[in-house]
């Protein structure tokens, strides 16, 4: 690891203050950044540590119905608050099916979407990455691209997005608060992490200095809870990143859909949202064959990045079985293995 | 947390005092902004009972507890735990006697090479204090990011449930 410069700022004026310097970055659980440095991945000039900005750390709910998540909420006290629970399930189903439970005691809400991509060239030194070094090539390319991404993706950049947590939040219209050298802002999470395209680097819709401060739902988010899930397809049942992962939710009128939501995960270098999907079942009948055509909908899109075609079909199914799962409803507790085909047993919620 | 006062904003990788408790007794270090956890305490301390295993997030090896939850030490600055508690596994034995949950492992052969063992039985410490009556699916949620690459994991859910069971 280098070193660095290490700032603690008290407030968020401060800390951005402090970040817009050319080489800062901001620390919060650190999981994925600490790792980074000390593979030497990235060498950061100055860390501006954020955990001890008050105010940050709030699960408030809102007038609306909805909900801010503090920056800084740990992802284990998200997933385990027992309210959000109950208006989220499947965003802290998302949560439960990440990482590990002491991973989950550190990582934030803020920093989860900051994640940077799984990519094994990304974690590997000695491989040409474009996200690394601009302009280097892309030794994915034509490489091992079995978990790479189906959609979005370009000549420049394979690489998907690993976040759980991202998948349903997209899925519910969620808000990122942002604060930066230029003041207060917001970006529909559907837009805030961008696709490759010929700048791979550019992974967020941040600007150098800016930070998140919260992370918003909307009340009509809520309106999903009785059929609302997360499925996630992995190597194994626990602990690992997603293939594929989606997050389904139905509004129902009897047996007919009055609104779907549908994003899919480590699909994309971002949570892809699947418009069409949703409008295709927007007053359908909730039955398979029409989650099917969903699923034909969602990846229309989708082209194999290399050997990685059989994840094309698999998110099909992913997102079929998703539905299946969401219109059966909500379980009254989240299952023993989060998020996963085979789960059986509960988890208590404590 | 204590504020360093007369500290600058930041500055280079800085030693700085760093306030916490660490198995129960006040402790305080000169410790670099840079230095993580786990190397604190294998080499500046010599508390080698938390292990390096992957060293970058994957194994579980290095779990202590900070305020009573499982962390791993392998990714958490040694400078984040100023203010907070940090117990290690050479925390839990009362006066050469083993915990509960340790004399679990030992009577269900819940340990085979050990080296795993302690960040195993920090991880279950953290679950039986957030909830001291789990079910096994619950345990098996506790303990994904653990890693045995001996036991098969069976014993090590049976002296878990036994020491749950024992303080029932």
Redesign the interface.
Known sequence: ?????????ATIA?AVA?AAEPGATYLAG??NL??LM??DLVRPA??VDV??IPGLDAIEPLADGGVRIGALVRN?DLAHDADFARRFPAIAEAL?AG?????R??ATAGGNLLQRTRCAYFYDAASACNKRTPGAGCDARGGETRMQAVLGWSEHCIATHPSDFCVPLVAFDAIVEIEGPKGRRECPLEHFHRLPGDTPERESDLAPGEMITAVRLPGAAAQFAGHARYLKVRDRT??AFAIVSAAAALRLDGETIVEARLALGSVAAKPWRAHAAEALLAGAQANEANFRRAAEAALAEARPAGANGYKIELARRVVRRAFILAHAGTPARIQ???ASPFA?????H? | MQPDRHAPPSSLSRARTRAFRLNGRAHAALVADHVLLLDYLREGLGLTGTKRGCDGGECGACTVLIDGRPRLACLTRAGECAGHQVETIEGLADGGRMSPLQRAFHERLGTQCGYCTPGMIMAAEGLLRRNPDPDEAAIRAALAGNICRCTGYVKIIEAVQSAAGSAR
Request: proline share 5%; glycine share 8%.
């Open positions: 690891m280098n070193r660095f410069d290490y700032a603690r700022p401060e402090l650190g999981t600490l790792d000390k593979g100055r860390l955990t001890h284990a439960l990482a590990s439970a002491q991973l005691n550190a626990s602990y023993a293995l989060p059986t047993g509960a988890l208590r404590v």
